[in-house]
Protein backbone atom coordinates (compact mmCIF):
# COMPACT_ATOMS: atom_id res chain seq x y z
CA UNK A 1 0.00 0.00 0.00
CA UNK A 2 1.12 3.68 -0.65
CA UNK A 3 0.52 6.61 1.81
CA UNK A 4 2.02 9.84 2.45
CA UNK A 5 2.78 11.69 5.71
CA UNK A 6 2.78 15.20 6.20
CA UNK A 7 3.63 15.43 10.05
CA UNK A 8 3.09 19.14 10.37
CA UNK A 9 -0.71 20.34 10.55
CA UNK A 10 0.19 23.92 10.96
CA UNK A 11 3.24 25.95 10.21
CA UNK A 12 3.91 29.70 11.26
CA UNK A 13 6.74 31.61 10.01
CA UNK A 14 7.39 35.52 9.18
CA UNK A 15 7.94 37.06 6.50
CA UNK A 16 11.02 36.61 5.12
CA UNK A 17 12.03 33.82 6.82
CA UNK A 18 12.75 30.01 4.98
CA UNK A 19 10.43 27.61 5.03
CA UNK A 20 10.51 23.67 5.06
CA UNK A 21 7.30 21.80 4.77
CA UNK A 22 8.10 18.03 5.49
CA UNK A 23 6.63 14.68 3.49
CA UNK A 24 7.68 11.48 4.12
CA UNK A 25 6.30 8.54 2.03
CA UNK A 26 5.93 4.79 1.62
CA UNK A 27 5.98 3.11 -1.93
CA UNK A 28 7.60 -0.01 -2.83
CA UNK A 29 9.41 1.22 -5.72
CA UNK A 30 10.41 4.68 -7.21
CA UNK A 31 7.18 6.93 -6.87
CA UNK A 32 6.94 10.11 -8.73
CA UNK A 33 6.00 12.88 -6.24
CA UNK A 34 4.63 16.06 -6.14
CA UNK A 35 3.87 19.30 -4.56
CA UNK A 36 0.50 20.80 -4.65
CA UNK A 37 -0.61 24.48 -3.18
CA UNK A 38 -4.17 25.47 -2.33
CA UNK A 39 -5.02 28.75 -1.75
CA UNK A 40 -8.55 29.62 -0.10
CA UNK A 41 -11.61 28.21 -2.54
CA UNK A 42 -9.27 27.28 -4.66
CA UNK A 43 -8.55 23.80 -6.56
CA UNK A 44 -5.11 22.63 -5.99
CA UNK A 45 -1.93 23.87 -8.23
CA UNK A 46 1.12 21.94 -9.18
CA UNK A 47 4.40 23.34 -7.81
CA UNK A 48 6.87 20.64 -8.59
CA UNK A 49 7.06 17.04 -9.51
CA UNK A 50 9.84 14.12 -8.94
CA UNK A 51 10.31 10.88 -10.64
CA UNK A 52 13.71 10.55 -11.94
CA UNK A 53 17.08 12.62 -12.70
CA UNK A 54 18.18 15.48 -10.39
CA UNK A 55 17.32 15.02 -6.88
CA UNK A 56 16.99 18.39 -6.08
CA UNK A 57 13.61 19.54 -8.04
CA UNK A 58 12.86 23.31 -8.81
CA UNK A 59 9.53 24.26 -9.00
CA UNK A 60 7.29 27.70 -9.56
CA UNK A 61 6.66 30.56 -6.79
CA UNK A 62 10.29 30.15 -5.76
CA UNK A 63 9.54 26.60 -4.42
CA UNK A 64 12.21 23.72 -4.59
CA UNK A 65 11.74 20.09 -3.33
CA UNK A 66 14.93 17.46 -2.31
CA UNK A 67 14.20 13.65 -2.74
CA UNK A 68 15.58 11.95 -0.15
CA UNK A 69 15.40 7.93 -1.28
CA UNK A 70 17.31 6.92 2.30
CA UNK A 71 14.18 8.88 4.43
CA UNK A 72 11.59 8.46 1.73
CA UNK A 73 10.98 12.06 2.19
CA UNK A 74 10.32 14.66 -0.65
CA UNK A 75 10.37 18.03 2.04
CA UNK A 76 9.31 21.57 0.70
CA UNK A 77 11.61 24.32 0.58
CA UNK A 78 11.86 28.21 -0.11
CA UNK A 79 14.47 30.37 1.17
CA UNK A 80 12.52 32.96 1.46
CA UNK A 81 8.58 33.47 2.05
CA UNK A 82 6.25 36.18 0.90
CA UNK A 83 2.78 36.49 2.48
CA UNK A 84 1.24 35.58 -0.45
CA UNK A 85 2.74 32.26 -0.20
CA UNK A 86 0.13 31.57 2.91
CA UNK A 87 -1.63 28.73 1.40
CA UNK A 88 -2.44 24.91 2.02
CA UNK A 89 0.00 22.90 1.25
CA UNK A 90 -0.19 19.26 0.06
CA UNK A 91 2.36 16.40 -1.00
CA UNK A 92 1.29 13.74 -3.43
CA UNK A 93 2.57 10.22 -4.21
CA UNK A 94 1.87 9.03 -7.64
CA UNK A 95 1.88 5.04 -8.27
CA UNK A 96 0.10 1.89 -9.30
CA UNK A 97 -3.02 0.77 -7.09
CA UNK A 98 -4.05 -2.62 -8.59
CA UNK A 99 -3.10 -1.44 -11.83
CA UNK A 100 -4.57 2.24 -11.69
CA UNK A 101 -2.55 4.90 -11.14
CA UNK A 102 -4.02 7.06 -8.72
CA UNK A 103 -2.16 9.91 -6.73
CA UNK A 104 -2.32 9.68 -3.09
CA UNK A 105 -2.15 12.81 -1.27
CA UNK A 106 -0.86 13.68 2.66
CA UNK A 107 -3.21 15.57 4.69
CA UNK A 108 -2.11 18.92 4.08
CA UNK A 109 -0.08 21.49 5.75
CA UNK A 110 -1.50 24.72 6.06
CA UNK A 111 1.10 27.54 6.00
CA UNK A 112 0.62 31.06 7.82
CA UNK A 113 2.96 33.97 7.65
CA UNK A 114 3.27 36.98 10.15
CA UNK A 115 4.36 40.13 8.78
CA UNK B 1 -12.68 26.09 -21.33
CA UNK B 2 -9.14 25.99 -20.34
CA UNK B 3 -9.80 24.37 -17.07
CA UNK B 4 -11.46 22.08 -15.06
CA UNK B 5 -15.37 23.21 -14.55
CA UNK B 6 -17.05 21.83 -11.87
CA UNK B 7 -21.00 23.07 -10.68
CA UNK B 8 -22.29 24.33 -8.97
CA UNK B 9 -20.04 25.61 -6.61
CA UNK B 10 -22.21 25.39 -3.82
CA UNK B 11 -24.86 22.77 -2.53
CA UNK B 12 -26.78 22.62 0.55
CA UNK B 13 -29.36 20.03 0.52
CA UNK B 14 -31.17 18.51 3.52
CA UNK B 15 -30.39 14.91 4.78
CA UNK B 16 -31.95 12.21 2.55
CA UNK B 17 -32.12 13.89 -0.59
CA UNK B 18 -29.71 12.72 -3.78
CA UNK B 19 -27.63 15.35 -4.82
CA UNK B 20 -25.66 15.46 -8.23
CA UNK B 21 -22.13 16.81 -8.78
CA UNK B 22 -20.71 17.34 -12.45
CA UNK B 23 -17.19 18.25 -13.56
CA UNK B 24 -16.36 19.03 -17.21
CA UNK B 25 -12.49 18.04 -17.36
CA UNK B 26 -9.90 19.70 -19.88
CA UNK B 27 -10.85 18.81 -23.85
CA UNK B 28 -8.88 16.00 -24.66
CA UNK B 29 -7.69 14.48 -21.00
CA UNK B 30 -8.41 10.92 -21.26
CA UNK B 31 -8.24 10.33 -17.29
CA UNK B 32 -10.63 11.74 -14.73
CA UNK B 33 -10.75 11.36 -10.66
CA UNK B 34 -12.56 12.26 -8.07
CA UNK B 35 -11.66 13.25 -4.58
CA UNK B 36 -13.17 14.24 -1.40
CA UNK B 37 -11.59 17.00 0.89
CA UNK B 38 -13.04 17.40 4.47
CA UNK B 39 -11.80 19.72 6.97
CA UNK B 40 -8.15 18.35 8.08
CA UNK B 41 -8.84 14.63 6.31
CA UNK B 42 -6.45 15.96 3.45
CA UNK B 43 -7.82 14.19 -0.36
CA UNK B 44 -9.37 10.99 0.14
CA UNK B 45 -9.61 9.24 -3.78
CA UNK B 46 -13.45 8.26 -4.49
CA UNK B 47 -13.35 7.04 -8.40
CA UNK B 48 -10.84 7.08 -11.18
CA UNK B 49 -11.81 7.22 -15.12
CA UNK B 50 -9.57 6.22 -17.63
CA UNK B 51 -10.57 6.51 -21.78
CA UNK B 52 -12.86 3.58 -21.97
CA UNK B 53 -11.94 1.19 -19.54
CA UNK B 54 -13.69 0.19 -16.15
CA UNK B 55 -13.73 2.65 -14.03
CA UNK B 56 -11.54 2.10 -10.51
CA UNK B 57 -14.55 2.51 -8.24
CA UNK B 58 -12.12 1.73 -4.44
CA UNK B 59 -12.77 4.91 -2.80
CA UNK B 60 -16.09 4.91 -2.98
CA UNK B 61 -17.11 4.82 0.47
CA UNK B 62 -20.97 3.19 0.47
CA UNK B 63 -23.51 2.12 -2.37
CA UNK B 64 -25.41 5.26 -2.07
CA UNK B 65 -21.99 6.63 -4.10
CA UNK B 66 -21.79 6.73 -7.73
CA UNK B 67 -20.25 7.93 -10.64
CA UNK B 68 -20.21 8.03 -14.67
CA UNK B 69 -18.50 9.61 -17.61
CA UNK B 70 -20.34 10.24 -20.77
CA UNK B 71 -18.52 10.24 -24.49
CA UNK B 72 -15.40 10.30 -22.30
CA UNK B 73 -15.67 13.63 -21.46
CA UNK B 74 -18.36 14.62 -18.53
CA UNK B 75 -18.40 13.62 -15.35
CA UNK B 76 -21.23 13.18 -12.70
CA UNK B 77 -21.26 12.06 -9.20
CA UNK B 78 -24.43 11.15 -7.48
CA UNK B 79 -24.33 10.46 -4.08
CA UNK B 80 -27.81 9.20 -2.69
CA UNK B 81 -29.15 9.47 0.47
CA UNK B 82 -27.22 12.24 1.60
CA UNK B 83 -25.79 11.88 5.14
CA UNK B 84 -24.43 14.77 7.52
CA UNK B 85 -21.18 12.77 6.93
CA UNK B 86 -20.84 13.80 3.28
CA UNK B 87 -20.80 17.30 3.92
CA UNK B 88 -17.51 17.83 2.41
CA UNK B 89 -15.27 19.66 -0.58
CA UNK B 90 -15.50 17.29 -3.58
CA UNK B 91 -12.82 17.80 -6.00
CA UNK B 92 -12.45 17.03 -10.05
CA UNK B 93 -9.30 16.73 -11.48
CA UNK B 94 -8.35 15.60 -15.23
CA UNK B 95 -4.70 14.74 -17.09
CA UNK B 96 -3.66 14.03 -20.22
CA UNK B 97 -2.77 10.16 -19.98
CA UNK B 98 -2.70 9.39 -16.00
CA UNK B 99 0.15 7.66 -15.09
CA UNK B 100 3.27 10.23 -13.91
CA UNK B 101 1.57 13.52 -15.17
CA UNK B 102 0.22 16.04 -12.79
CA UNK B 103 -3.69 16.57 -11.93
CA UNK B 104 -5.92 19.73 -13.10
CA UNK B 105 -8.01 20.42 -10.56
CA UNK B 106 -11.08 22.36 -10.86
CA UNK B 107 -12.46 24.79 -7.78
CA UNK B 108 -14.05 21.83 -6.45
CA UNK B 109 -17.82 22.03 -4.95
CA UNK B 110 -18.77 22.55 -1.08
CA UNK B 111 -22.00 20.34 -0.21
CA UNK B 112 -23.48 20.64 2.45
CA UNK B 113 -26.00 18.32 4.20
CA UNK B 114 -28.43 19.64 6.34
Known amino acids: AQSVTQPDIHITVSEGASLELRCNYS??????LFWYVQSPGQGLQLLLK??????LVQGIKGFEAEFKRSQSSFNLRKPSVHWSDAAEYFC?????????????FGRGTSLIVHP | GAGVSQSPSNKVTEKGKDVELRCDPI?????LYWYRQSLGQGLEFLIY????????KSGLPSDRFSAERTGGSVSTLTIQRTQQEDSAVYLC????????????FGSGTQLSVL
Open chain 2, 93 to 104: ASSPQGAGEKLF
Open chain 1, 27 to 32: YGATPY
Open chain 1, 50 to 55: YFSGDT
Open chain 1, 92 to 104: ALGGLSGGSYIPT
Open chain 2, 27 to 31: SGHTA
Open chain 2, 49 to 56: FQGNSAPD
